[in-house]
């Protein structure tokens, strides 16, 4: 294992080389690209959750100021293709705009094109829709159901998904362990919601033929899928990733949008923008993340040993599929979470329904499901009465069985779970903790304490995909890097995808400075649009330091071995005698016969006659490298290698409640976190205190609402409520280092940090508190008015 | 303006409301008359019994005055909870009781001291009791063609002379779910002398209380008395539901806020 104190650059607190740019009001996002003469498009929704489009009249619309065009499903359907469907549904097709139905209220009808968007929006409110109004459904459980109204009739049923994949022999331990218990947990339907909308601005140019689309976006295979679904040529779709995306965490997709502009520009032929203004983006952006329930079953022992889980996890996508279904295939990779549990049945049930349609956010479905576990971790342990941390020891995973396979077939690499969380209640001092929950209590106030612990899966080998629909047989998950050193000896990095607040400027500069013992500061680093880059997947399922990283230092080690190469050819000896030292060759033994980083780029740019034979001139290394353990198909019983690294974090939280008016505050919070080597400290930091608001937001907020008639209840920021600073606690993080033996520096990710284990911990504390009236919630958010009648209903109960 | 176009025109003052209505195109005026530059609408002056703020007077200028604060300190605890400080810096006195939101705090100030608003029209000028003007939901008795000039703020000359406002919303600064207010004056013994109070959120407008405060006088306000008189005033209450907050748990909240509020003004004035 490698020592945290032989790296000069990495894991050094340096300045994130993005910061100077944003915070002087530099960047440059898909709201500052104006093109000459571009056009600007406003979008009729629909008013209903299911309705059949009777007539659509444009006429007034198109002879409103400013109109260029109006354009509807009939034309848009008939002249482009269905966006890719990752399940095997080949009838539940996809376009950005409906044609005969809609499917959900706040589903695109038609769009305007006009000279501004204010325009866009006066001649869209004169486009006059005519809909009947069908049947929809917008529960789950009904939407399952042999009568229910059908989503797509095509599809046959609302079920997208389903399997009962049983690893290990669940039904023996159900049949022998000492106790069972069971419950449901109700995830609620919450997302990531940046300050900016999604944005996209495409221009055609008919004379090189080619479609230039800036965009706000964080989707893997963008280019190839806008292409597909315009049908172009993948060559005829240039996407610029030098555009700086406003927030993400996985809900900027943006395919719908980008086919529609890409549509209107090609037919119109001017350049058009389309950014979603709020009521679009949260309604008909497609950015609602799961909504999911899991029946929970647990066969455990008197000692607090687990025996088998068994998890029923049902998900409402919405009224379309997209990648949405995959939210619950990724959680096989970690369902047992840091627990050695012998036994799983895990059984995923997509379904349909007529809301918003699902998109990717921060975990991609992990939290969810993590907060399913952590709940069932307390509730064995007040089955039991045994302390919840005891049952958490219990069952984890010790740091000598690592690598540790689980059941489900993936392979933990690393960790020392038990070290976490000892630093995390020796950092919360835990015994004063419990004192001052118990005073509080004593005062005749409400007061838990919450504690979850838990994974993070990082790497991004998206095996899932395969898992659940073998007709898509895809185990390529590869990232890459360019690295140039130019004439006058100045290194660039040229990655291939946008950023979304990642850092990866400061990531790949930070590793090139690394290999190549240069200072990160003079390392600049650009991105290559779509028909200049490299492979990449995009910065999904927290895999850049790891792939990116990876890639970078592939690179620079290439560029390491070139020079070192030049200067054993020069010398007449062998790259053995040589040493490289801060960018110089040198014989070792001999620090001054060498060759200077400026000699050595020299010869490689300018002087062939000292070049060794058969190297390649200029000074330049790509690097494509597959995830560790990627590749492999899933076995029948549906085991697989799915993401290659697993950090953990542990919470600890203090919630008091007000018992006269339910509300909750968060007074105590610290997060133990273990992603092992940090390659900049500031930035997982970063993430994992904002990890720690959006899941707070998961907790006790946010959520997209729906009224029975199926209209979005929370469309504003008065009715969706995110936490501000007022709502997030002083947070402290507590770190720990176990590296991966799987990455180049023992690195693992961290971009969901936080937010995968502090709706579980928040909602353990909100129960610990309850506990004493013996009440609980399992249903996310946790409402004032859910605590509330969670009181009251048991002060009522107690009364009678 | 307002006389000649009639509905078709709104006043702009803060815009902390009006814009966000205007984006949403939930509002469409075809006219828009700003009313910022307006000097006399933008004072405070104090006087023997009665403070009187222009009503294009920042909400930021009023939690901060002084001598406001000394003879009618119920706004500024109110103010407090006004949206955020970048709101407030915009948003307008009269504006916000204008806007009339039943859930608002300084329309249920004025509810609960007994404001009166000066209303100025090209025909002429009257006067409105608080309890008249605030007419529904986010509606008010003012005519199309009348702007608010002033507001006219009660001051208790009583020396032992106590409030408190007090509110529950999701968020901090979100608008609340209940709020209450509450100003009692005790005499040398403790004894009440005046009270009033009422609530926010719970019904179309903020609503006082002044049947049921009438019983307090006279009392020594202890919490019983207290308890007994916000429940009375929870059980006139006919809250609406929404997302956030059921009809029950308002009313509820509405007992609990009403007597925290006044519990919190009693102490005030015991320390006077
Ligand atoms: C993020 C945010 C949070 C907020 N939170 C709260 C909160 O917690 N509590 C709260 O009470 N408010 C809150 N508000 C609203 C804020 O207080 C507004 O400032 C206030 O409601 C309106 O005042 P304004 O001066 O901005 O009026 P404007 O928005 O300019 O006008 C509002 C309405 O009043 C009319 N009007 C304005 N002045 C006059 C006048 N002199 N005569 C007649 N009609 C007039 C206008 O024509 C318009 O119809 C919040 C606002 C925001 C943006």
Redesign the interface.
């Given at each position: 294992m490698r020592a945290m104190t032989s790296f000069r650059y990495i894991g050094a607190k340096r300045r994130a080389k993005e910061h100077p740019r944003f915070v002087s009001g530099r960047g440059r996002f898909v709201a500052d690209i104006a093109l000459p003469g571009m056009k600007h498009v406003a979008l009729v929704a629909s008013p209903h959750a299911s309705a059949r489009i009777v007539s659509i009249k444009i006429e007034k619309a198109l002879a409103a100021p400013g109109v260029l065009y109006v354009l509807t499903g009939e034309e848009f359907c008939a002249n482009t293709d269905s966006l890719a469907i990752g399940v095997d549904a080949p009838k539940v097709t996809r376009f950005a705009l409906a044609k005969d139905v809609v499917r959900y209220a706040g589903e695109w009808v038609a769009a305007v094109v006009a000279d501004s968007r204010a325009l866009a929006?006066d001649a869209a409110?004169r486009i006059e829709v005519e809909y009947e109004p069908l049947p929809h459904v917008i529960d789950p459980e009904a939407a399952l159901k042999a009568d229910a109204p059908l989503v797509h009739p095509a599809h046959g049923s609302n079920l997208l998904y389903h399997r009962t994949f049983v690893w290990g022999p669940v039904e023996e331990a159900f049949a022998n362990a000492e106790h069972k218990i069971a419950f449901r947990a109700v995830w609620g339907r919450s997302a990531t919601v940046p300050i900016e909308t999604f944005g996209v601005a495409a221009q055609w140019d008919a004379g090189t033929g080619i479609l230039d689309i800036w965009a706000s976006i964080q989707m893997p295979k963008f280019p190839d899928q806008v292409a597909r679904a315009l049908r172009f040529p993948g060559n005829a779709v240039r996407v610029h990733h030098d555009v700086d995306v406003g927030g993400s965490y996985g809900v900027k997709r943006g395919l719908k949008h980008a086919v529609l502009v890409g549509y209107l520009t090609k037919t119109l032929g001017v350049p058009v923008r389309f950014i979603e203004d709020r009521?679009e983006n949260l309604r008909g952006g497609d950015m609602q993340g799961p909504d999911r329930f899991f029946d929970m079953q647990l066969a455990f022992d008197t000692d607090g040993a687990i025996r088998a889980m068994k998890i029923r996890a049902v998900d409402d996508v919405g009224a379309y599929a997209g990648r949405s279904p995959f939210q619950l295939g990724k959680p096989v990779t970690a369902i047992c979470g840091p627990y050695a549990i012998g036994a799983i049945e895990y059984e995923p049930t997509s379904v349909m329904t007529n809301k918003t349609p699902q998109e990717a956010v921060r975990g991609f479905g992990q939290s969810p499901t993590n907060f399913a576990i952590e709940r069932a971790i307390d509730r064995v342990a007040r089955h039991l009465g045994m302390d919840s941390i005891e049952v958490r020891k219990r069952n984890f995973i010790r740091k000598d069985q690592f690598p540790y396979t689980i059941p489900s077939g993936s392979t933990y690499d690393s960790g020392d779970y038990h070290a976490v969380l000892d630093k995390t209640l020796a950092a919360i001092d835990y015994g004063s903790l419990v004192r001052a929950r118990d005073e509080v209590r004593r005062s005749g106030r409400l007061a838990g304490i919450g504690i979850a612990s838990c994974l993070e899966p990082s790497g991004g080998n998206s095996a899932f995909e395969v898992l659940m629909n073998p007709k898509n047989e895809n185990t390529t998950w590869m990232d890459s890097c360019l690295v140039r050193v130019d004439l006058s000896g100045a290194i660039t990095g040229v990655i291939n995808n946008s950023s979304a607040g990642q850092g990866h400027e400061s990531l790949v500069s930070t590793v090139l400075g690394e290999i190549l013992e240069r200072d990160p500061e003079t390392i600049r680093v650009v991105r290559a649009d779509s028909l200049t880059a490299l492979p990449s997947n995009s910065p999904v399922g927290s895999r850049m330091a790891i792939m990116l990283g990876g890639a970078a230092a592939g690179a620079a080690k290439t560029i390491k071995e070139t020079l070192t190469a030049i200067a054993a050819h020069n010398f007449e000896c062998s790259p053995e005698d040589l040493e490289y030292h801060d960018g110089s060759v040198n014989v070792k033994g001999a620090s001054s016969k060498k060759f200077s980083w400026d000699q050595l780029v020299e010869i490689a740019h300018r002087k062939f006659h000292k070049l060794p034979p058969g190297l390649e001139p200029g000074l330049q290394a790509k690097f494509v490298w597959e995830v560790p353990t990627g590749g492999a198909l899933p076995t029948p019983e549906g085991r697989i290698q799915i993401y290659p690294c697993y950090a953990f974090e542990a919470h600890v939280v203090l919630v008091e409640i007000d018992p006269?008016?339910?509300?909750p505050m968060i007074r105590r919070y610290v997060c133990g976190h273990d992603c092992g080597v940090m390659i900049n400290p500031d930035i997982v930091h970063g993430m994992t205190y904002g990890g720690i608001a959006h899941g707070i937001g998961a907790a006790l907020?946010e959520k997209f609402?729906y009224t029975e008639d199926g209209q979005l209840?929370?469309g504003?920021f008065?009715?969706y409520?995110i936490?501000?600073a007022?709502?997030v606690p002083a947070l402290a993080i507590v770190d720990h280092c176990t590296p991966s033996p799987l990455t180049t520096f023992g690195q693992k990710g961290s971009g969901e940090a936080g937010y995968l284990g502090a709706p579980a911990a928040i909602a353990n504390a909100v129960n610990d508190a309850l506990d004493p009236l013996g009440a609980s919630i399992d249903a996310l958010p946790i409402?004032?008015?859910a605590i509330?009648?969670a009181i009251?209903a048991r002060k009522g109960a107690a009364s009678t | 303006m307002l006389a000649t176009h009639g509905e078709s025109a709104k006043l702009l003052a803060g815009g902390q409301s009006l814009v966000p209505m205007m984006a949403m195109r939930l509002v469409r005026p075809g006219w828009l008359v700003d009313i910022n530059e307006i000097a006399v609408l933008k004072f405070v002056a104090v006087e023997k019994d009665v403070a009187r703020t222009g009503a294009c007077t920042r909400q930021c200028v009023v939690e901060r005055d002084e001598a406001l604060a000394a003879r009618v300190p119920l706004l500024r605890q109110a103010l407090k909870w006004v949206g955020h400080i970048q709101t407030r810096n915009r948003g307008t006195v009269g504006g916000s009781l204008a806007h009339a939101d039943p859930c608002a705090e300084l329309p249920l100030v004025a509810q609960v001291l007994g404001a009166r608003m000066l209303l100025r029209s090209a025909k002429g000028a009257r006067t409105l009791e608080a309890e008249k003007f605030f007419s529904g939901p986010m509606a008010t008795s003012a005519r199309p063609d009348e702007c608010l000039e002033e507001i006219h703020w009660p001051a208790w000359s009583w020396r032992r002379t106590g409030s408190a406002f007090t509110e529950i919303s999701v968020r901090h600064g979100d608008f609340a779910m209940v709020s209450a207010a509450a100003q009692v004056a005790i005499d040398g013994d403790g004894r009440c002398v005046r009270a009033a109070f009422g609530v926010g959120g719970a019904g179309g407008t903020p609503l006082a209380f002044p049947k049921i405060a009438a019983r307090l006088v006279g009392t020594r306000l202890d919490d019983a008395a207290v308890s007994d008189a916000a429940h009375a005033a929870a059980a006139e209450t006919q809250p609406g539901s929404d997302l956030h907050a059921s009809a029950e748990y308002r009313r509820h909240l509405a007992g609990v806020l009403a007597a925290r509020a006044l519990r919190e003004a009693r102490e005030r004035a015991r320390s006077l």
């Amino acid at each position: 294992m490698r020592a945290m104190t032989s790296f000069r650059y990495i894991g050094a607190k340096r300045r994130a080389k993005e910061h100077p740019r944003f915070v002087s009001g530099r960047g440059r996002f898909v709201a500052d690209i104006a093109l000459p003469g571009m056009k600007h498009v406003a979008l009729v929704a629909s008013p209903h959750a299911s309705a059949r489009i009777v007539s659509i009249k444009i006429e007034k619309a198109l002879a409103a100021p400013g109109v260029l065009y109006v354009l509807t499903g009939e034309e848009f359907c008939a002249n482009t293709d269905s966006l890719a469907i990752g399940v095997d549904a080949p009838k539940v097709t996809r376009f950005a705009l409906a044609k005969d139905v809609v499917r959900y209220a706040g589903e695109w009808v038609a769009a305007v094109v006009a000279d501004s968007r204010a325009l866009a929006e006066d001649a869209a409110e004169r486009i006059e829709v005519e809909y009947e109004p069908l049947p929809h459904v917008i529960d789950p459980e009904a939407a399952l159901k042999a009568d229910a109204p059908l989503v797509h009739p095509a599809h046959g049923s609302n079920l997208l998904y389903h399997r009962t994949f049983v690893w290990g022999p669940v039904e023996e331990a159900f049949a022998n362990a000492e106790h069972k218990i069971a419950f449901r947990a109700v995830w609620g339907r919450s997302a990531t919601v940046p300050i900016e909308t999604f944005g996209v601005a495409a221009q055609w140019d008919a004379g090189t033929g080619i479609l230039d689309i800036w965009a706000s976006i964080q989707m893997p295979k963008f280019p190839d899928q806008v292409a597909r679904a315009l049908r172009f040529p993948g060559n005829a779709v240039r996407v610029h990733h030098d555009v700086d995306v406003g927030g993400s965490y996985g809900v900027k997709r943006g395919l719908k949008h980008a086919v529609l502009v890409g549509y209107l520009t090609k037919t119109l032929g001017v350049p058009v923008r389309f950014i979603e203004d709020r009521l679009e983006n949260l309604r008909g952006g497609d950015m609602q993340g799961p909504d999911r329930f899991f029946d929970m079953q647990l066969a455990f022992d008197t000692d607090g040993a687990i025996r088998a889980m068994k998890i029923r996890a049902v998900d409402d996508v919405g009224a379309y599929a997209g990648r949405s279904p995959f939210q619950l295939g990724k959680p096989v990779t970690a369902i047992c979470g840091p627990y050695a549990i012998g036994a799983i049945e895990y059984e995923p049930t997509s379904v349909m329904t007529n809301k918003t349609p699902q998109e990717a956010v921060r975990g991609f479905g992990q939290s969810p499901t993590n907060f399913a576990i952590e709940r069932a971790i307390d509730r064995v342990a007040r089955h039991l009465g045994m302390d919840s941390i005891e049952v958490r020891k219990r069952n984890f995973i010790r740091k000598d069985q690592f690598p540790y396979t689980i059941p489900s077939g993936s392979t933990y690499d690393s960790g020392d779970y038990h070290a976490v969380l000892d630093k995390t209640l020796a950092a919360i001092d835990y015994g004063s903790l419990v004192r001052a929950r118990d005073e509080v209590r004593r005062s005749g106030r409400l007061a838990g304490i919450g504690i979850a612990s838990c994974l993070e899966p990082s790497g991004g080998n998206s095996a899932f995909e395969v898992l659940m629909n073998p007709k898509n047989e895809n185990t390529t998950w590869m990232d890459s890097c360019l690295v140039r050193v130019d004439l006058s000896g100045a290194i660039t990095g040229v990655i291939n995808n946008s950023s979304a607040g990642q850092g990866h400027e400061s990531l790949v500069s930070t590793v090139l400075g690394e290999i190549l013992e240069r200072d990160p500061e003079t390392i600049r680093v650009v991105r290559a649009d779509s028909l200049t880059a490299l492979p990449s997947n995009s910065p999904v399922g927290s895999r850049m330091a790891i792939m990116l990283g990876g890639a970078a230092a592939g690179a620079a080690k290439t560029i390491k071995e070139t020079l070192t190469a030049i200067a054993a050819h020069n010398f007449e000896c062998s790259p053995e005698d040589l040493e490289y030292h801060d960018g110089s060759v040198n014989v070792k033994g001999a620090s001054s016969k060498k060759f200077s980083w400026d000699q050595l780029v020299e010869i490689a740019h300018r002087k062939f006659h000292k070049l060794p034979p058969g190297l390649e001139p200029g000074l330049q290394a790509k690097f494509v490298w597959e995830v560790p353990t990627g590749g492999a198909l899933p076995t029948p019983e549906g085991r697989i290698q799915i993401y290659p690294c697993y950090a953990f974090e542990a919470h600890v939280v203090l919630v008091e409640i007000d018992p006269d008016t339910g509300k909750p505050m968060i007074r105590r919070y610290v997060c133990g976190h273990d992603c092992g080597v940090m390659i900049n400290p500031d930035i997982v930091h970063g993430m994992t205190y904002g990890g720690i608001a959006h899941g707070i937001g998961a907790a006790l907020y946010e959520k997209f609402a729906y009224t029975e008639d199926g209209q979005l209840a929370s469309g504003t920021f008065m009715d969706y409520l995110i936490p501000s600073a007022m709502e997030v606690p002083a947070l402290a993080i507590v770190d720990h280092c176990t590296p991966s033996p799987l990455t180049t520096f023992g690195q693992k990710g961290s971009g969901e940090a936080g937010y995968l284990g502090a709706p579980a911990a928040i909602a353990n504390a909100v129960n610990d508190a309850l506990d004493p009236l013996g009440a609980s919630i399992d249903a996310l958010p946790i409402s004032h008015l859910a605590i509330w009648s969670a009181i009251g209903a048991r002060k009522g109960a107690a009364s009678t | 303006m307002l006389a000649t176009h009639g509905e078709s025109a709104k006043l702009l003052a803060g815009g902390q409301s009006l814009v966000p209505m205007m984006a949403m195109r939930l509002v469409r005026p075809g006219w828009l008359v700003d009313i910022n530059e307006i000097a006399v609408l933008k004072f405070v002056a104090v006087e023997k019994d009665v403070a009187r703020t222009g009503a294009c007077t920042r909400q930021c200028v009023v939690e901060r005055d002084e001598a406001l604060a000394a003879r009618v300190p119920l706004l500024r605890q109110a103010l407090k909870w006004v949206g955020h400080i970048q709101t407030r810096n915009r948003g307008t006195v009269g504006g916000s009781l204008a806007h009339a939101d039943p859930c608002a705090e300084l329309p249920l100030v004025a509810q609960v001291l007994g404001a009166r608003m000066l209303l100025r029209s090209a025909k002429g000028a009257r006067t409105l009791e608080a309890e008249k003007f605030f007419s529904g939901p986010m509606a008010t008795s003012a005519r199309p063609d009348e702007c608010l000039e002033e507001i006219h703020w009660p001051a208790w000359s009583w020396r032992r002379t106590g409030s408190a406002f007090t509110e529950i919303s999701v968020r901090h600064g979100d608008f609340a779910m209940v709020s209450a207010a509450a100003q009692v004056a005790i005499d040398g013994d403790g004894r009440c002398v005046r009270a009033a109070f009422g609530v926010g959120g719970a019904g179309g407008t903020p609503l006082a209380f002044p049947k049921i405060a009438a019983r307090l006088v006279g009392t020594r306000l202890d919490d019983a008395a207290v308890s007994d008189a916000a429940h009375a005033a929870a059980a006139e209450t006919q809250p609406g539901s929404d997302l956030h907050a059921s009809a029950e748990y308002r009313r509820h909240l509405a007992g609990v806020l009403a007597a925290r509020a006044l519990r919190e003004a009693r102490e005030r004035a015991r320390s006077l």
